[in-house]
């Protein structure tokens, strides 16, 4: 039986910082902006890691990327500041059309 890699995708307008590096040894890592297109890099990660920088202080930035997020089959970790300009009861679903 073939041993598989774990497939991480981190998504941040800098690249992932060392500590993030070092945990995810031995993994394949990829990494992309906020802004870049990132469904067609979830078919194939299962983890996600999104540290959004400047996007988590404009909440209609943020609903696009969780939009994005939303049919995704990929466990996703939010990595916000304290002071993001929303907190946990802001509504970021995708809107519906």
Known sequence: MSEQTTKLLWVGDDPAPENVRLAASGWDLHCCAPDESIEPKLRERP?????P???????SRMTDLVGAL???CA???FLLPDDAAFSRGTDLQAPRG
Do not use: N
């Open 75 to 77: 466990f996703t970790i």
């Open 47 to 51: 983890l996600v890691l999104v540290h």
């Open 53 to 59: 920088d400047g996007y988590a202080h404009d909440p």
């Open 70 to 72: 939303e049919h995704a």
